[in-house]
């Protein structure tokens, strides 16, 4: 089935394949930008009822008005995780070495118009920006992976593609996973290798068991676990196929804090991946802290407003850990 028609049975609410369609990067696009745009906002959705409502004990979503009367114990001004080691050393490296190198060269405009015509990132963006994207910019340049393969892609690909092109040769191959793409994934980036066109679920698991020492996983879904989802595929089914070495980089983990008010007690996103992370941290020999945004921005603020040349310093929600090599 062509893409265009895969768009078209999405919006009248058909589930996509199950098998992924991989659009090559020198392939023409398909899909008008409105389909694209509207097949990002209009995943399928489910109408039937719950056992129990919103905020009651056995539902994932949870009670606003019940964490709103927590709120201090919540988010603390100083939270203490038991069981992590966040690993300074490298906050500390990564902030006075690969920042001050790579940093002046990054120069995307703070604002363009979200259009589906869309071609270039920019910073302030809706859904990777901060010092989320002027860590990827730095760490890419910094590590030099061979391959990178994002789950979840986006404005987060139109940075990593412009690095690869501007400034890694176009060496980088990088893969996207993502089932609703935006027009400019569908019409093809210069510097992104293949895009996916599926649900992670359903791409076969020799794609994350072929990523070599130092090449890069990029997490950036649903952000929820539950029964099927793309998070639990995620965490149960890929990250332990991942070889020695691979460093993954997980978007929207507010670790050491919580979730974001915001988002819990305005927006109610319910949002829960990042409590996954944070046991999958814990105690852990597998996994190495390598550097985080929000634990940079409240750790050590003074090196990130110099690393990111910016009097007020940015934070964000970026997680880099790595498999540890044994
Ligand atoms: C928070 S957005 C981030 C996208 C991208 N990193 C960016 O910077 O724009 C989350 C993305 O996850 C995608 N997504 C949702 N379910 C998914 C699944 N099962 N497998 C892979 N991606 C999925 C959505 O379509 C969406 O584009």
């Not at 609410?13 to 389909?35: C, I, K, L």
């Not at 895009?195 to 076969?204: G, M, R, S, T």
């Not at 991942?242 to 919580?258: F, K, M, Q, S, T």
């Amino acid at each position: 089935m062509v893409l265009r028609e895969r768009l078209q049975n999405l919006l009248r609410g058909a589930r996509p394949e199950s098998t992924p369609v991989t659009v090559e990067a020198d392939a023409p696009g398909a899909g008008s930008a409105d389909e694209a745009d509207a097949a990002t906002q209009e995943a399928p959705v489910s109408t039937t009822t719950t056992a129990h409502p919103n905020g009651h004990f056995y539902s994932p979503v949870v009670d606003t008005a019940e964490l709103a009367e927590r709120e201090s114990l919540l988010w603390p001004d100083s939270p203490r995780i038991v069981g992590i080691d966040f690993n300074d050393a490298s906050h500390e490296d990564i902030l006075r070495r690969a920042f001050p190198r790579f940093m002046p060269d990054y120069d995307y405009p703070e604002t363009l118009e979200e259009s589906p015509q869309l071609t270039d990132f920019f910073t302030r963006n809706s859904q990777f920006s901060w010092l989320d994207a002027r860590a990827y910019f730095v760490l890419l340049r910094h590590w030099r992976p061979r391959r990178v393969i994002e789950i979840g892609s986006g404005f987060s690909t139109l940075l990593a593609a412009d690095v690869n092109r501007r400034f890694l040769d176009g060496q980088l191959d990088v893969t996207c996973i993502e089932p609703y793409p935006r027009e400019f994934l569908l019409q093809g980036v210069p510097g992104v290798s293949r895009l996916l066109q599926a649900k992670v679920q359903d791409v076969d698991l020799a794609e994350f068991a072929a990523l070599e020492s130092g090449d890069v996983l990029f997490v950036d879904s649903s952000h929820v676990a539950k029964t099927g989802s793309d998070v639990n595929f995620i965490y149960f089914e890929i990250l332990p196929r991942l070889a020695d070495g691979v460093r993954v980089h997980i978007h929207d983990i507010h670790l050491p804090h919580e979730y974001s008010k915001d988002w819990v007690l305005t927006e109610n996103r319910s949002w829960n991946e990042q409590y996954l992370v944070r046991a999958l941290l814990m105690d852990s020999r597998r996994y190495v802290v390598e550097f985080g945004c929000n634990y940079a921005f409240h750790r050590f603020p003074q090196l990130v407003r110099e690393a990111v040349r910016s009097e007020h310093g940015y934070g964000g929600g970026s997680l880099w850990i790595r498999v540890r090599e044994s």
